[in-house]
């Protein structure tokens, strides 16, 4: 094997690579031979660090250098410097928000420093298509743990020990539902895993599945001995295709290692895991669904009981988790359940990944422990709400959750405080808005989001999003009445009431959470015909104040309906009538003269 | 197994596995429902069904719902009627209002449904399906707009006819029920529709209904005469739908013990022999080259004559019998009689096997 005196790390998660990362790649590679010293420093491509805002990123080992936003054009000066003369590039260090500090190393990075990685550990450090780097890293040893020592009831036993909940948001017991598809009886049982993350702005199982894949079929592995299973699906969104290349990579290589497929390791325990694509139904991340999907039926939910444990994939029994579940399973092993326990709260154990978005500094992703709270993940790890705005809201759990307000932010962060703040853990999409955003707008967004996605079966679903939708839209465009807002309610809890499966259970969450905790933007909108964060264009009216314009004109000239009128060096006058609302003539207007409102 | 319920104050006792619905309408309580068959299997889709139960989540749907020991329902308790009612809504908000021109109207559960639980009328405004009418069919009328997608058209040709010419197409609000690439029903090569109407006879509204019956009568003016269908030896029974002495149509009359509700498409749609003028109503003998009327004691006088001769001048074996697969068992055997007893010949053969 040779040695490299330095590695460099290039992010090849998907928020890098659309960044440029692999025009970084490719100049380091060209640089390093220019120099003459391809030879001492080894490049490795990883997956996801997490911090895509400072995208692309590159680190240099041993020391750990964090360099943030590279351009193709630093290359020649990270190699002559750094790699050749051993001096830090200062410049692309990240730069601390507030005191403007430089900070060369990763961990000292504040987005980084609060956060515990179990299920993104090898994230960002190995070459995901590398299955020795992942056993270096200590990769499937928890397997060969559990193959040569342990029987399938210590297995299950030790998970419901560690306490780890379905990561995928309903929160349900990992070891139970082990324990449920291991007592169903049956030759033929099928492990299958759930990576049909659809939630909008959720990207963690991409993350793990792009930087650590055989994480995954060692946890799948696990769980399959655990429940006596031979055979297994992956059911991947075809909308990742790196993800989907690098787990057949994986499971290519695990096979050739004898880690997966007929007699694993030689204990005589057999699994064969293959992949699906999924077609793009966001309905499918349902488990019922998923299988329908897998056996080659329309996805759409079926009731439950039977359940997936009792009469899954074919009807055999089967057991279904999701990525970020099984990523977790084999720390669990490796060093123990209480261990894993010993993080968290005392109903959530372990810790949980977070796709923050929104207005927030440090967009990314971030896992933390369970009990943290909202303030310290959106203010500590995200850095705060971007250009100094006020926080309104997050909204947490993707398009089942909630909106949850300022007032609550000092909440420990477990699946039961925030169900009973009238969101849900979810997948663990973040999405932070500020005073800039409407919550009626916000409200409508995700709205349209289930509404399209409703697979059609059941007539809650199908009928009653469509009509909440239709009276969010009414509302925003100002012909609310108040009745709207009772009807909201009603048709909300008969949704919840009465729909099929979770996709349509929990469809009214973000509108009931948003009247829970915005009502007065509700009526602000309805009783004023006013929207208070000036989003709801139907409502809005731009106005000249006549004693701050210049008559500079830039705004006549920007304006693409001709509503701006004026002589040079005059006020302007605006003719509300033309106006489109767009917006443009107020970026435009360095005075301060237009206001709307 | 017995397992002892309460439902609705009152004590059902029922085999272990039975639904909260069977276990309602064996204590006589009717719940009501849109896409539950007992001859399909469960999709437990349209949630009209929901009821109360005790200690447990939401409102479960009792068509999919199995009985346990000791389980208390209510089946129209308060909030059961308002998501019963606000289902209605939603139902009636993206339906046609047509229904004075309906061919289901009288028959219709849309309507029956609205009537119990008293919604007048739907109370959201908004989009309404648009879907061009399907009149492609010979036989078969479909008007999508009409249609709740409790699928049990989908079902019954896929379960019990093993055609599935119909599927779910698209998603939320514009899902429609079509067959394969949103051909016309009557485009039989894409659609391979053998236009036996079973979804005709399950379909709970009028979003499939038989072209041959618009417009024709209304389900409380014909009367309803259960029948054998005379097309093959099968047996099928169904109901002549009979208006002021004239057949208008047939429909399944689901205690045929033969074939439930099922039929094929002669047996459905094929009546319309039953009024034609080209009928023969009266025997006819051939006189002098000519077609004459005569009475029936005429006729059979006549051809007992003429068969006696022909067994009296050439023998038994000169005469041969074919009979048909449209007899019943019966009739064939009387046939079979005929030839070997009166005729003296084994000469008898069927159409089947030529």
């Known amino acids: 094997m040779q040695l490299y005196r330095a590695h460099v790390l290039v992010c090849g998660g998907t928020g890098c690579v659309s960044s440029g990362s692999k025009k970084i790649e490719q100049a380091l590679t060209d640089e390093l031979a220019k120099q003459n010293i391809d030879k001492e420093v080894k490049i490795v491509e990883t997956g996801c660090h997490g911090f895509c805002e400072m995208g692309p990123i590159v680190i240099v080992y ?69 299955i020795k780097e992942y056993i270096a890293r200590d990769g499937y040893e928890a397997l060969a743990k559990v193959l040569t020592g342990m029987t399938p009831n ?71 001995f655990a429940i006596g299973a031979d055979e297994g699906y992956l059911y991947v969104r075809a909308e990742y295709p790196l993800a989907i290349k690098r787990l057949k990579v994986a499971i290519a290589q695990a096979e050739e290692m004898g880690l997966l497929g007929e007699n694993i390791m030689g204990s005589g325990f057999s699994c064969r895991l293959h992949i699906k694509e999924g077609a793009g139904a966001f309905v499918c991340g349902e488990e019922t669904a998923l299988m329908a999907s897998i056996e080659g039926s329309r996805g759409m939910p079926n009731p439950r009981p039977p359940f997936p444990a009792v009469k899954g994939l074919w009807e055999k029994p089967s057991n279904i988790n999701n990525v970020e579940t099984f990523a977790n399973v084999p720390v669990i ?21 977070f796709a923050l978005t929104g207005k927030l500094r440090n967009t990314g992703l971030a896992e933390v422990p369970m009990g943290i709270t909202l303030r310290e993940i959106i203010f500590d790890i995200g850095g705060g709400i971007m250009d100094d705005k006020k926080f309104k809201a997050v909204q947490i759990g993707g398009p089942s959750g909630g909106c949850i307000p300022e007032q609550h932010l000092d909440t420990p962060v477990d699946y039961d405080s925030l169900t009973a703040l009238g969101a849900m853990m979810g997948s663990g999409g973040l999405v932070v808005m500020d005073e800039t955003s409407c919550m009626v ?157 | 197994m017995s397992i002892t319920l309460t439902i609705n104050g009152q004590k059902v006792t029922v085999p272990a596995g039975t639904t909260v619905l069977e276990a309602a309408a064996q204590a006589g309580i009717d719940i009501p429902t849109f896409c539950h068959d007992p001859e399909l299997s469960k999709p437990g889709a349209c949630r009209i069904c929901v009821v109360e139960i005790k200690g447990m989540r939401n409102l479960p749907p009792s068509c999919v719902t199995t009985v346990v020991e000791g389980m208390e329902v209510e089946t129209e308790s308060a909030d059961v009627v308002e998501a019963r009612r606000t289902i209605l809504d939603l139902l009636l908000a993206n339906h046609p209002e047509d229904c004075m021109t309906c061919q289901k109207f009288g028959d219709c559960k849309l309507a029956e449904y609205a009537y119990r639980y008293g919604v007048r009328k ?23 707009n009409k249609c709740i997608l409790c699928g049990k058209c989908v079902r019954v040709c896929a379960e019990i006819v093993g055609r599935s010419v119909y599927d779910f197409t698209s998603r939320g609000f514009t899902t429609k029920v079509a067959p394969a690439l949103d051909v016309g029903l009557g485009e039989i090569d894409e659609s391979k529709c053998v236009s036996c109407g079973s979804c005709v006879a399950v379909c709970p509204v009028g979003a ?137 010949t084994n000469n008898i053969d069927h159409c089947a096997r030529l």
Not at chain 1, 335 to 348: M, Q, R
Not at chain 2, 122 to 143: H, I, M
């Open chain 1, 62 to 130: 041993p020391e750990g250098t964090f360099y943030c936003r590279v351009a193709v054009e630093d290359i020649p000066e990270i190699v002559s410097e750094h790699l050749v003369k051993g001096r830090i590039v200062q410049r692309l260090l990240f730069k601390a928000p507030v005191t403007e500090e430089q900070v060369p190393s990763y961990k000292e990075i504040a987005f980084y420093k609060k956060q515990q990685r179990v299920a993104l550990r090898n994230c960002g450090h190995i070459d995901p298509e590398d």
């Open chain 2, 208 to 344: 499939i209904v038989e072209k041959n019956m618009m417009g024709k009568a209304r389900p409380w003016e014909v009367k309803k005469v259960k029948t054998t269908c005379p097309y093959c030896g099968c047996g099928c029974n169904f109901d002549l739908n009979v208006k002021d002495g004239k057949v208008v149509g047939v429909t399944s009359n689901p205690s045929s013990e033969v074939n439930g509700r099922h039929l094929c498409v002669k047996g459905r749609f094929g009546y319309d022999f039953i009024h034609s003028s080209d009928r023969l109503t009266r025997p006819l003998i051939k006189k002098d080259g000519e077609f004459v009327e005569a009475s029936w004691d005429e006729a059979i006088r006549y051809v007992a004559y003429r068969m006696k001769e022909i067994k009296e001048k050439n023998g038994s074996e000169a005469m041969g019998v074919l009979t048909s697969a449209r007899c019943t068992n019966e009739e064939n055997y009387l046939m079979n009689k005929m030839a070997r007893v009166a005729f003296g």
């Open chain 1, 333 to 353: 092993y490796l060093h123990g359940a209480d261990k894993y326990a010993s993080v968290g709260t005392e109903k959530s154990k372990g810790t949980k990944v």
């Open chain 2, 122 to 144: 739907a109370s959201f405004v908004g989009d309404k399906s648009d879907f061009p009418v399907d009149e492609s069919s010979a036989v078969l009328y479909r008007d999508m």
């Open chain 1, 441 to 597: 707008d916000v409200a409508k967004f995700f709205l349209n989001f289930t509404q399209k996605e409703s697979c059609g079966k059941c007539i809650p679903c199908r009928e009653g999003t469509k009509r909440m939708l239709e009276i969010l839209e009414k509302i925003c465009d100002g012909n609310g009445v108040p009745e709207d807002i009772t009807t909201l309610e009603q048709l909300g809890k008969v949704i919840k009431n009465t729909a099929l499966c979770a996709l349509g259970q929990s469809a009214p969450n973000p509108i009931l959470s948003t009247l829970r905790y915005f009502r007065d933007e509700f009526e602000a909108h309805i009783y004023q015909k006013k929207c208070p964060a000036g989003v709801c264009t139907a409502m809005l009216e731009y106005k000249i104040v006549a004693e701050n314009c210049k008559g500079c004109g830039a705004c006549a000239r920007v304006c693409p309906v001709g509503a701006i009128t004026g002589e040079k060096k005059e006020a302007h006058t605006l003719d509300t009538s033309k106006c489109i609302k767009c917006g443009s003539c107020i970026e435009k207007c360095k005075f301060n003269a237009i206001v709307k409102g």
């Open chain 1, 154 to 224: 210590e297995v299950i036993e030790d998970m419901k020990k560690a306490g780890l909940r379905g990561r995928g948001g309903g929160g349900f017991s990992t070891g139970l539902k082990w324990e449920f598809a291991s007592k169903s009886p049956g030759p033929k049982k099928y492990i299958i895993c759930n990576a049909d993350e659809g939630d909008p702005g959720a990207f963690m199982d991409r993350s793990v599945l792009e930087g650590d894949p055989h994480s995954v079929l060692e946890g799948m592995l696990i769980a399959a």
